[in-house]
């Protein structure tokens, strides 16, 4: 295997026992989302997944989202977002920008017209500062399309957005009102 692609292959086990199944592998995230570096690698090797210390730091510096972060002593390691167990990342509420954007696919628009958008299996709606990456988003479910938040006049009216370390935009909801649908 390249090495490019033993990356991703490690970044995506990364993805699944940082954010979605540590128990997989019989580890446990502490509250805010951290696990020490040597656990996970321990834990990893045992379950056959063989990565060294120096691969891990390699994924967490080259990756194409920046998805991993070390701690700054660098003894402990999380994902920057995308959960779906409940953990605090510490979040700072943010003023966000005037429009941000959701990509997703077409067959999720009427469901999406009914209820808004929810944040289903993750810990909060996803949101991008520009339609490129809105456009990435959407295709991992479909054909993609792009919807335009008024984050701005949402923020105007209560609602909390933060920004992820990796510069992903979350709120919790955004209900139709402040959805603008493609013609
Ligand atoms: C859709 C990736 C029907 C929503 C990305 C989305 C992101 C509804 C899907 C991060 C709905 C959930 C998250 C409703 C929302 N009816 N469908 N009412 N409300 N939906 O994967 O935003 O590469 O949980 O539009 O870059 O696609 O993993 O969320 O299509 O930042 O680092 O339900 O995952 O990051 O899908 O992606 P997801 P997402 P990584």
Avoid: C
């Amino acid at each position: 295997m390249s090495q490019e692609k033993r990356l991703i292959t490690v970044s995506k086990t990364l993805s699944l026992v940082l954010r979605h199944q540590p128990q997989s592998i019989g580890i446990a995230l502490d509250e805010n989302g951290w696990i020490p570096v040597d656990t996970l690698l321990t834990a990893l090797n045992k379950r056959g997944h063989k990565v060294s210390l120096e691969e891990l730091q390699e994924v967490v510096q080259s990756n194409d989202k920046q998805r991993f972060r070390f701690s700054e002593d660098g003894l402990k390691i999380r994902a920057n977002q995308g959960h779906s167990v409940s953990v605090d990342l510490e979040l700072v509420p943010v003023e966000p920008p005037l429009y941000l954007y959701h990509g997703t696919a077409t067959r999720f628009l009427a469901g999406i017209q009914e209820a808004g958008l929810i944040k289903q299996s993750r810990q909060h709606v996803h949101l991008a500062a520009d339609k490129e990456t809105a456009r990435k988003v959407g295709s991992r479910h479909g054909l993609p399309t792009i919807l335009t938040i008024r984050s701005g006049d949402m923020y105007q009216n209560g609602f909390i957005f933060y920004q992820s370390d990796n510069g992903v935009w979350l709120t919790n909801t955004v209900p139709v009102t402040y959805i603008q649908f493609p013609n």
